[in-house]
């Protein structure tokens, strides 16, 4: 049994690798002295696509989740495909004025300003059991700011779900210590 742990660990850090090769580096975008991690060459690849969706939904397949939240913009390409994974419902996270009902919002720092986020204040039922997925953390504050918004509606965060952390920003620190992260690729 444990060399067949091994092995699969092997395939995983494998699969791993090739997803981190496909990963692009946008030098000053949105602003100079940003390195933007640019995900979108993930999808152009069908394989790569489905290997990225599929290593997200293996750590979470056996919590009972009943939603999962996608923030805004880039949590929402990989997050439809994560609650459908985990035969859960997904919950957009959107900037303000994005949704159409009523919504609750926070704001929280950026590592290169300031912003805020808005989801409907009936997007599930209070103790929910909630997944929150972006495709990057970095200060950790728009993932802090989404726990916010579900704790607010009596839901319960019972992991996070990144494809990268920018590990030097240390966003990870800002989310509670006891609930489950899993990270793809840490750089």
């Known amino acids: 049994m444990?060399?067949?742990?091994?092995?699969?660990?092997?395939?995983?850090?494998?699969?791993?690798a090739l997803l981190k090769e496909n990963i692009?580096?946008?030098?000053?975008?949105p602003k100079p002295g940003i390195q933007f991690k640019d995900i979108t060459t993930l999808l152009r690849n069908p394989d790569t696509l489905e290997l990225t969706s599929q290593v997200l939904a293996r750590p979470f397949?056996?919590?009972?989740?009943?939603?999962?939240?996608?923030?805004?913009?880039?949590?929402?390409l990989f997050g439809t495909n994560l609650a459908q994974d985990l035969h859960a419902g997904f919950i957009p996270i959107r900037k303000p004025g994005?949704?159409?009902?009523?919504?609750?919002?926070?704001?929280?720092?950026?590592?290169?300003g300031e912003d805020t986020i808005e989801m409907h204040s009936d997007a599930f039922d209070e103790g929910d059991r909630i997944l929150i997925h972006d495709d990057l953390i970095a200060t950790g504050g728009s993932a802090k700011a989404a726990t916010q918004l579900v704790e607010k509606l009596g839901g319960h965060v019972v992991g996070y779900s990144f494809i990268i952390e920018l590990e030097a920003l240390q966003g990870c620190d800002q989310l509670p210590e006891d609930v489950q992260k899993d990270i793809l690729i840490s750089l």
């Open 2 to 16: 444990n060399q067949k742990i091994r092995q699969m660990d092997g395939v995983k850090q494998q699969i791993i």
């Open 61 to 76: 397949r056996r919590m009972n989740i009943d939603y999962v939240i996608g923030l805004e913009s880039r949590g929402f």
């Open 24 to 29: 692009r580096n946008i030098p000053d975008f």
């Open 98 to 112: 994005k949704l159409p009902a009523d919504t609750v919002s926070a704001t929280y720092a950026l590592e290169y």
